[in-house]
Every structure is written in C-alpha cells, then in structure tokens.
C-alpha cells in the first residue's frame, strides 16, 4: 500500500504549528528565569539580536531541507546527498536531529507531567497559605514518589500520542490551531493581571531598560544559546514540519512570522511572571525553581490567586503539549516510512519507545538516583546530551549543507531574494551563523 505524505492544509495552520513547536517550556518556563539569572534587558536584547541573525537562518535552512526531501529528516539528507553529489557523512545530521527529539521528548514529558500535577494542586487549593517550605516539601514529595510520576509522565504522553496519531491535518495542524489561541488568551489574562499588581512597573524597568554593566561573555552566551534552542532548532523537527511544506509557502516571510510571534510570547511571559515576582518580594535567581516552587507561593497568597495559578499551569500545560507534540512527530514520520506500520501503529510505537525511556528519567529522582552516566543521573545526562552536543552538531551540519553544498542559485531562487540580498544571506549563513552556533557549543564544553 502507498502511503500518502502529509500536508499542512494553510500557511497559518503551519505557522500556529511550527510557533507552538518553539513556544514550550523554554519560553513559559526557561526565558523567565534566564533573565532573572542574567540580569533583565540587556540579556532580553541580545537574545533579540541573536534569534534573527543566527536562530532565523538555521530554521529558514531546516524548512527548506525538509521541503525539497518531502520525507524523514534522515531519508531527507539520504535523497539531497545523492542529488548533490555530497559525502553521506551528511547523513550524520538527519540521524542526530531524529534522535535528539526522541531522547529530549522522554524527559520532557516528564516535566510535561510536573505540570498536569500542578494543575490539580492549584485546582484543589494546595498553594492555600502555603510557605516556601511547604510548597518545596510538595515538589520534593512529588518526585520521591514513582508512581506518582509514572502517572504524569504517562497521562502526558497519552495526550500527545492522541493527538499526533491523527496526522498532520487532523492532530498536529487541529492541535495548533485550539491550543495556541488559547494560549495567548491564558497568557494575555495573566499579563493583565500583572498590570494590576505593585510589581508591575519595576517589572516593566527590569524587562526592557537594559544595565549594560552587569553584560559579559556568559551573558552572551545564554542569549545565543537560548536563541538557538527556543526556536526547536537541531532536533529534525522543523526539518520534518518543512517536509509537509507546498512550493506556495514563502519560507522567509513564514520564518520572520514564526520569530515574531515565538518572541512576542516570551516576552509576554515575562510579563506575566516579573510583576508577580516583585510584588511578592520572590528571588529572581531561582531558575528552574521559579515556576515550581517560587510562583505557587505566590499563588496562594495573592488576590484572585486560585484563579492565577489554576490558569498559569494550564498555560504551562498548553506550552509543553503543543512543543511535545513536534518533537515526537521526526520520530513518528520516520517509523512510519520506514516500516509497514500506519500512523497510528507508528505513532504508538514511537510514543512506547519515549515514555520507556521516559521512565528511566523519572525514576532517577527517586529508585534509580544512585545511577549515574558520566557523573549524571539519567534525566540530566539526557539534558546534556542533547542540549550541548547534538542539537549543536545537528544544527551545525544543516546550515554548513544549506548554505556550502547546495546549488546556490537555487536556494536564492527558493527563498526569492534578488541578488544583493542573498548575498548578505550567504554571508550569515556560511559564516556569522556556523560560527555562533561553534561558540554555543565551546561555551558550553
């Protein structure tokens, strides 16, 4: 039986999609914090500056791999090695892109799961009067406890194998299309409520007036990094998105739109998190702790704080679905073409596959903590596997390919810039971009 390779059915059904694969955790969740940690605006400035130079090519290149191969991000760079005559050591990046969203989806979902369990705590009042260290003892009992986190993780994943099985019209395209509107409608509420708060002004100082003073090369660095990162870049998501793309589709002007909007919601993010910060005298430099420790601390002992917090981790929850959701779809697009299996049965395969591993993460805060990978537990070796060596080398590999192997006049023809314009492209993709994407990683080594 033939199978027949899926499409997005509109440019704007794209779009919502490829913005809720960047809009995850790492703009709810991650950007917040990282300004905390790095010191406000300036950091919020050159994260600006290093999304559109380096974070927009590399996505522009993925799309544009992705749509002339019209299949999984490996069969992808198979078909364009051998139409350009290239080394097959090219390959080498489909297979780091595919695994590298398998590996980050297992533990991803697990957070994805942290997040379903605060749902229900902040619906049933647990935040209630709570302290610091109450709201820490919930956090810490919740991840000594297995079972409990077998139970999130699995919810999780149950919802994000739902809705890929159906497809990229039906699941992925559908899912968008609800989750990010509801989104920006959760985050928008929020926003307006920050704007009621006392801390909404020093909020607004922190987030966009920058102290040049405090800037240094670490400051840099977690701007790149992060401008890397949010965008879904290096993981063969984008590449497998592009795959669905029709020739009508203009790549850069999507690509601008995407950036636009994935900024936008991480800016509005912190809008919504700072002024609740400042009001209640919190730490800024909590990191990963400010989402689920410091902030339900807050929502339990502010005005309309049931409301707040019940609404803030159903946007968490959105955030991490409709990014979830792209990262399983590589690895679903590849069994699928790859095996005789359906939609469905790739899907269920691939979803076993992740929420298997997926246990293997969850079990290291608990039963299996005393085993470690090079120092790490399973759950941070995952983290830095993929985040500082194959999102990295993967992202590395397609800029190099788009921009050193492929004819260039058609490339220049594909994205429909007259002649000087491409040759400013040019410049940032055969160098600035590779180069920043080097600096990422050497920073991170």
């Known amino acids: ?28 969740w991650k950007f917040p914090y990282m300004v905390g940690d790095s010191g406000g605006a300036a950091f919020v400035m050159l994260y600006l500056l290093c999304i559109f130079m380096i974070g927009l090519p590399i996505l522009v290149s993925e799309w544009l791999l992705g749509r ?9 760079m198979v078909e364009l090695v051998e139409k350009n005559n290239a080394s097959r050591i090219w390959v080498l990046f489909g297979i780091t892109g595919v ?9 991803y979902s697990v957070i994805g799961g942290w997040s379903l369990a605060y749902i229900k705590d902040a619906v049933v009042g647990n935040f209630s009067g709570q302290q610091g260290d109450g709201i ?30 159906r497809g990229v019209k039906g699941g992925l395209e559908r899912a968008a299309t609800i989750l990010m509107p509801a989104l920006g409608i959760l985050l928008l509420l929020l926003v307006i409520y920050g704007m009621t708060t ?38 063969g998501i984008m590449m497998a998105y592009g795959s669905y793309l029709g020739e ?42 400010l989402i689920f420790i410091t902030l339900p601390v807050a929502f339990g002992n502010i005005t309309a704080g049931w409301f707040v917090g019940v609404a803030f981790f159903v946007l968490l929850t ?35 596959a992740v929420w298997l591993l997926g246990i293997a993460a ?58 000087y314009d491409f040759s400013v492209w040019n410049l940032i993709t055969r160098f600035l971009a590779p180069i920043g994407v080097v600096v990422v990683f050497v920073g991170h080594l």
């Open 68 to 76: 002339r191969g019209q299949k999984n991000p490996i069969n992808t």
């Open 318 to 352: 959105f955030a991490a679905i409709t990014s979830a959701i792209s990262l399983l779809e590589p690895v679903v697009e590849l069994v699928e073409e790859r095996t005789p299996l359906s939609r469905v049965g790739s899907t269920l395969a691939a979803g076993l």
């Open 1 to 28: 039986m033939t199978k027949v390779h899926g499409q997005w059915s509109s440019r704007m059904g794209f779009i919502l999609a490829a913005t809720g694969s960047a809009v995850g955790l790492g703009n709810i």
């Open 198 to 235: 006392s801390g909404f002004k020093e909020a607004l100082l922190f987030m966009f007036k920058p102290d040049w003073s405090g800037v240094d090369g670490s400051t840099f660095l977690a701007a790149l990094g992060h401008a890397f990162f949010t965008l879904s870049l290096g993981m």
């Open 99 to 107: 695994l590298g969203a398998f590996l980050i989806l297992s533990f």
């Open 248 to 289: 009508d589709i203009n790549l850069l002007q999507s690509a601008r739109t995407v950036v636009i909007m994935d900024t936008v919601i991480a800016l509005a993010a912190g809008m919504a998190i700072f002024p609740i910060v400042f009001a209640n005298n919190l730490d800024l430099g909590q990191g990963p702790g």
């Open 136 to 165: 820490l003892a919930l956090f810490v009992g919740m991840l000594a406890d297995p079972w409990k986190l077998v139970l999130w993780h699995t919810l999780f994943m149950l919802i994000t194998v739902g809705i890929v099985a």
């Open 362 to 419: 969850l079990l290291s805060f608990n039963v299996w903590e005393e085993v470690l990978f090079l120092g790490l537990n399973v759950f941070d070796f995952l983290d830095t596997l993929t985040s500082k060596y194959l999102l990295p080398l993967t992202g590395f590999g397609v800029i190099l390919f788009v921009s050193w192997i492929l004819d260039k006049e058609s490339v220049r023809q594909e994205l429909g810039m007259d002649v």
